[in-house]
T-cell receptor, first 114, second 118 residues
Framework: GENVEQHPSTLSVQEGDSAVIKCTYSDSASNYFPWYKQELGKRPQLIIDIRSNVGEKKDQRIAVTLNKTAKHFSLHITETQPEDSAVYFCAASTREGSNYKLTFGKGTLLTVNP | DTAVSQTPKYLVTQMGNDKSIKCEQNLGHDTMYWYKQDSKKFLKIMFSYNNKELIINETVPNRFSPKSPDKAHLNLHINSLELGDSAVYFC?????????????????FGNGTRLTVT
């Protein structure tokens, strides 16, 4: 089955700095890679996603890059703010028969210090 | 209106008891899921149902039994609760048969049920 590795497990940055979280996946057939943000005590929420036919996608201060050859993808947050503090999860979608399943990385706790 | 709602929000019970968690979605999605998030925040899929049909069944003890009376509801019943069952259980839903590159079908999570077994 799919295996998704995520690094680092914790990341602390100063407000205004950039943050980068990296993930690798094992199944070359995976074709959809979402990122979820989970604030303390809340539910995970989708913040950005990328499909395998695209190398990069941006949405204001967040961007995701995908390298299909190397089987890795990354989340970039620029001009970080204290409200960006949360646990971030990467995920990869794999097909099982006619169904699709998301496998999540183990999460990165991002702390943005004011 | 909460799109994916689950009850209860908190559940504290003793070992050996049987408990249920209920989930309902009003998004019109075809597929619903149960995920378990342990103390280390790891999110792991347990089950997935598409239009009341079980389509994904991960390696989960058979003390856990999901039930989907219709495509808008997916409940989770747990028998003989153990200490290791303590976790946050998230219900989720998506369109079609799951998130994929060919469809706009992201996963929508409920607010979670924190289960504590003492």
């Amino acid at each position: 089955g799919e295996n998704v590795e995520q690094h680092p497990s914790t990341l602390s940055v100063q407000e205004g700095d950039s943050a980068v979280i990296k993930c690798t996946y094992s199944d070359s057939a995976s074709n959809y890679f979402p990122w979820y943000k989970q604030e303390l005590g809340k539910r995970p929420q989708l913040i950005i996603d990328i499909r395998s036919n695209v190398g990069e996608k941006k949405d204001q201060r967040i961007a995701v890059t995908l390298n299909k050859t190397a089987k890795h993808f990354s989340l970039h947050i620029t001009e970080t703010q204290p409200e960006d503090s949360a646990v971030y999860f990467c995920a990869a979608s794999t097909r099982e028969g006619s169904n699709y399943k998301l496998t999540f990385g183990k999460g990165t706790l991002l702390t943005v210090n004011p | 209106d909460t799109a994916v709602s689950q009850t209860p929000k908190y559940l504290v019970t003793q070992m050996g008891n049987d408990k249920s968690i209920k989930c309902e979605q009003n998004l019109g999605h075809d597929t619903m899921y149960w995920y378990k998030q342990d103390s280390k925040k790891f999110l792991k899929i347990m089950f997935s149902y598409n239009n009341k049909e079980l389509i994904i069944n991960e390696t989960v003890p058979n003390r856990f039994s999901p039930k989907s009376p219709d495509k808008a509801h997916l409940n989770l019943h747990i028998n003989s609760l153990e200490l290791g069952d303590s976790a946050v259980y998230f219900c989720a839903s998506s369109q079609d048969r799951g998130p994929s590159a060919t469809r706009n079908s992201p996963l929508h999570f409920g607010n979670g049920t924190r289960l504590t077994v003492t």
